[in-house]
């Protein structure tokens, strides 16, 4: 795989990021993220740090759940497209219902692994509210956080792995959580600087775009709704949430456009 075939599968990835049937299916589930978003900080408003920790990183686990299942239907929905098919959406639901549902395998056990790390780190908080020495105890395991928190950070990055190499691998080829999971990591294993390479390519224009519409909702954020009242500043943001969901729609398209790009050049073609 060298240059040109890379540019080759980014430009047709991008060509079919603005197809009206794939944003008519990515735009919905990118507003049911952002709800879950939304209604998690509105909750975090004065929370305690150990409930606001859990209201960021909840959120984030469940949409990856809901966008590895997107990922799926994109993939499939893309392979049709580039061979110059017909996509009907009834007979594609009908089709990829139990690949669909092969996703929440994957996707739940990392919201149930970071619940349990949740609870153990409000076992720390409770040793530092111990009277008297409480404050000492939790200096001296301060790392036990530290680490807790690596772990979560670590679930986010294993759920990107999944929505690029897990999508299309469920989508085209194979439904075995245990064997898929074991091939992801099999793949990254034995060439690690392609995979990483087409992951970073798939993530540029979503990052890019985050980061500008991060922007935006800063600069909004403290010049036209500082004075706002919370309940008022949770309803503005569920707003200006739509407009961010469409702008993304294509990113998010592009970004599962490639990684069916990817699997076809590092394994479909390499096994024929």
């Given at each position: 795989?060298?240059?040109?075939?890379?540019?080759?599968?980014?430009?047709?990835?991008?060509s079919l990021s603005f197809s009206k049937k794939?944003?008519?299916l990515c735009f919905p589930s990118l507003i049911i993220?952002?709800?879950?978003l939304v209604f998690c900080k509105t909750l975090a408003f004065n929370a305690s740090g150990w409930t606001a920790l859990s209201l960021i990183f909840l959120p984030l686990l469940l949409s990856f759940c809901i966008l590895l299942a997107l990922g799926v239907l994109l993939v499939r929905i893309y392979h049709h497209e580039v061979k110059g098919l017909k996509v009907?959406?009834?007979e594609l639901f009908s089709a990829s219902w139990q690949q669909v549902m092969s996703t929440f395998y994957l996707s739940v056990p990392?919201?149930?692994?970071?619940?349990?790390?949740w609870v153990l780190l409000g076992i720390f908080l409770l040793f530092k509210e111990i009277p008297g020495v409480g404050e000492f105890i939790g200096v001296i395991l301060a790392f036990g956080p530290f680490i807790l928190i690596l772990c979560t950070l670590f679930l986010c990055l294993i759920d990107i792995l999944l929505l690029f190499f897990g999508s299309p691998a469920i989508a085209l080829k194979t439904t075995d959580k245990l064997k898929l999971a074991r091939s992801i990591f099999g793949y990254l294993k034995e060439n690690a600087f392609k995979h990483l390479i087409m992951l970073l390519i798939a993530l540029m224009p979503i990052t890019s775009l985050i980061c500008f519409l991060a922007l935006g909702w800063h600069l909004t954020n403290i010049s036209y709704l500082e004075m706002t009242q919370d309940a008022l500043k949770s309803l503005s943001w569920f707003f200006?949430?739509?407009p961010f969901s469409a702008i993304l729609t294509p990113a998010v398209i592009f970004f599962f456009n490639f990684s069916a790009e990817s699997y076809n050049k590092l394994h479909l073609n390499e096994n024929r």
């Open positions: 795989m060298d240059f040109s075939s890379i540019e080759t599968c980014f430009n047709r990835a991008l794939k944003i008519f993220c952002g709800i879950i009907n959406f009834k990392p919201v149930l692994i970071y619940l349990l790390l200006i949430m739509v």
